[in-house]
């Protein structure tokens, strides 16, 4: 979050393609957790950022994949430049934290965000 707005990327391929969520990914053979968050963030919108608290997780399962998601908080600094949508992002973009829930998100984040209060 940043500024009363979260960063939010649209999901480029499935599942779920054209929804909204936060930016992640894998993580590599290797890679610890932080330089996961961190790569995985820069690789979907070009901005770099320092890996913070474990907000919380998650599980998620459908056909042909089973997702466990470790959500961190991230320090993004004062003066980096807006996102880019890189890597498997269609689109990213700083949404105010009143009209998050009005997006199209992906299956459960809305729930998450306001179990964790990111939003009311």
């Not at 999901?11 to 969520?21: L, M, N, S, V």
């Not at 995985?40 to 997702?67: D, I, S």
């Not at 430049?81 to 009005?102: G, H, I, K, N, T």
């Amino acid at each position: 979050m940043r500024d009363g707005a979260l960063l939010l990327v649209q999901r480029a391929t499935d599942p779920q393609a054209g929804r909204w969520t936060v930016p992640g990914g894998h993580v590599e053979p290797g890679e610890d957790l932080a330089t996961a968050v961190e790569r995985e963030v820069r690789e979907e919108t070009g901005l770099e950022v320092r890996c913070g608290a474990l907000l919380g997780w998650a599980e998620r399962m459908g056909p042909g994949y089973h997702f466990v998601i470790l959500d961190f908080t991230v320090t993004v600094p004062d003066h980096c430049p807006d996102p880019v949508a890189r890597s498997d992002a269609a689109a990213v973009a700083w949404v105010p934290l009143e009209d998050v829930a009005a997006v199209m998100l992906v299956e459960g984040l809305e729930e998450f965000l306001r179990a964790h209060a990111v939003i009311a």
